[in-house]
């Protein structure tokens, strides 16, 4: 009985994010900021909105710069038979391609190792990404810190790749989602 319970639960939660990840607005890069988390909204549906920030480092000799990962947070419906609607919070994170798959990249808030995050896809246009719902813990966490920093493997390196989001704004906008 009590398996049959953890299937149910492993299996809504990868239901609530294919539902995000197929019906989510996607947002450009362009949209979202790297100083602050910003809340944007699909342009036809101002009721789909999520909260984003991103890393970006300068391309040499270019005015370009490049996204090394965007961190989204977005509230998803489930849907459970008999029971009302639930919005959950869904941690998207898209990083580059080539990074190592088989490693799940590390959230830490303010240093401290919070959770892995396993990938679900990979692809040109968004690079790959990982994506799970999150509880309140992570939340309040997120509320409460500096600083986001996301550790992920290199393909073919030892080394890992470390980027540091600021937290600044998750609060206010994190609120906005729930309006």
Same mark, same amino acid.
């Given at each position: 009985?009590?398996?049959? $319970? !953890?299937?149910?639960?492993?299996?809504?939660?990868?239901? !609530? !994010? =294919?539902? &995000?990840?197929?019906?989510?607005?996607?947002? +450009? @890069?362009?949209?979202?900021? @790297? $100083?602050?988390?910003? $809340?944007?909204?699909?342009?036809?549906?101002?009721? +789909?909105? =999520?909260?984003? !920030?991103? @890393?970006? &480092?300068?391309?040499?000799? +270019?005015?370009? $710069?490049? %996204? =090394?990962a965007t961190a989204i947070v977005q509230l998803a419906s489930t849907t459970k038979l008999k029971e009302e609607n639930k919005l959950v919070p869904v941690l998207t994170v898209r990083f580059p391609l080539n990074v190592d798959l088989k490693k799940k990249p590390l959230i830490q808030i303010d240093k401290k190792n919070f959770l892995n995050i396993p990938?679900?896809?990979?692809?040109?246009?968004?690079?790959? &990404? %990982? +994506?799970? &719902?999150?509880?309140?813990e992570v939340i309040k966490s997120f509320k409460s810190g500096k600083e986001l920093t996301l550790v992920m493997g290199v393909f073919r390196s030892k080394d890992n790749l470390t980027v540091t989001l600021p937290l600044k704004g998750f609060s206010k906008a994190y609120d906005s989602l729930l309006k």
């Amino acid at each position: 009985m009590k398996m049959n $319970k !953890i299937y149910k639960k492993k299996f809504l939660n990868k239901l !609530i !994010i =294919l539902t &995000v990840l197929l019906l989510a607005p996607i947002t +450009s @890069s362009a949209e979202v900021g @790297s $100083k602050k988390w910003t $809340k944007e909204c699909a342009k036809d549906n101002k009721k +789909s909105c =999520l909260i984003a !920030i991103k @890393s970006q &480092v300068p391309i040499p000799d +270019s005015d370009k $710069k490049q %996204t =090394l990962a965007t961190a989204i947070v977005q509230l998803a419906s489930t849907t459970k038979l008999k029971e009302e609607n639930k919005l959950v919070p869904v941690l998207t994170v898209r990083f580059p391609l080539n990074v190592d798959l088989k490693k799940k990249p590390l959230i830490q808030i303010d240093k401290k190792n919070f959770l892995n995050i396993p990938f679900t896809h990979c692809n040109t246009n968004e690079g790959c &990404v %990982t +994506s799970m &719902v999150i509880n309140d813990e992570v939340i309040k966490s997120f509320k409460s810190g500096k600083e986001l920093t996301l550790v992920m493997g290199v393909f073919r390196s030892k080394d890992n790749l470390t980027v540091t989001l600021p937290l600044k704004g998750f609060s206010k906008a994190y609120d906005s989602l729930l309006k």
